[in-house]
């Protein structure tokens, strides 16, 4: 009964977790009434957005999450070198182009982490998910990710790259 | 000046001119797809150098802890790639062109459609 009691209560530990550190930084100190207000919000707000929220993967790869998230941060700083030099030189040298990324990966989170990923990091953006589907949990069959690439030499390599690099450590992380 | 003296300069440095030169991109690239490559990515590096330098400020030769600008990060990380995705969406959706070298144009009318029942 006890379990099912604090459940009830803290329906999304982390969530509230989250919150709570977030309201302390936002004010910058950890006087009491910050922590009291901090702890109010913690637990109202997901009780009060319960009903807006979709069911997500389950997850627990703490460690998974902590590699993926240094690597994606040590990305993002080559990412820049590399849009910087292709920025300052000549227009004409651009090989811009879409490109359509056939993905294994499944679930809302897990997809929505990678479309981020994709786009904070080397030359590329991503545009959509495809196909379209209004229940992002439903299964439609095969996705594709439609991404934008600012300078696209070799098709096949910045595909494997992406599903080696980012897709792979999600599938891993979600068990999906 | 102190190390951590040199240090601050060195990141607000290095962040000044990634933010600049992310707006560099976005005056000078051919089209509205290749222009949306320097805010997301430039800008984000800039913003996150400050953010570091006024951390390193804040915290070591001020003295008082100060964790505040990692929300700015925070935030800033997941705006970011949400706004490139809207704005490249919603360009897409109103057919806006890209410049002619760009490779597989074909790819852009995908976008869109509902699956076939």
Known sequence: ?176 | MSGIEWLIAALVLIGAVFVLLGSVALVKLPDFYTRLHGPTKATTLGLGSLVLASMVFFNFVQNELSLQQLLIALFLFITAPVTAYMLIKAGMHQKVTAIEVTKNQHLMQASGKKPAP
């Open chain 1, 1 to 176: 009964m006890m379990a099912s009691w604090t459940e009830k209560l803290i329906p999304t530990p982390a969530r509230s977790v989250m919150l709570f550190v977030v309201w302390l930084l936002l004010n910058n100190s950890l006087a009491p009434v910050h922590l009291v207000a901090a702890t109010i919000l913690a637990l109202a707000i997901p009780l009060i957005t319960a009903s807006f929220r979709d069911k997500h993967t389950p997850f627990t790869h703490w460690r998974l999450a902590l590699l993926y998230l240094l690597k994606v941060l040590g990305d993002i700083v080559l990412a820049n070198v590399q849009v910087i030099r292709i920025v300052l030189g000549p227009n004409r040298l651009l090989r811009p182009g879409f490109v359509m990324v056939p993905l294994e990966l499944r679930g809302a989170l897990p997809l929505s982490i990678l479309a981020c990923t994709v786009s904070l990091t080397p030359g590329t953006v991503s545009a959509e998910i495809l196909p379209y589907q209004n229940d992002p949990n439903e299964d439609v069959g095969e996705r594709f990710l439609l991404i934008h690439v600012l300078d696209l030499a070799d098709e096949a390599a910045l595909m494997r790259e992406i599903k080696q690099r980012y897709e792979q450590p999600l599938q891993e992380m979600f068990g999906c």
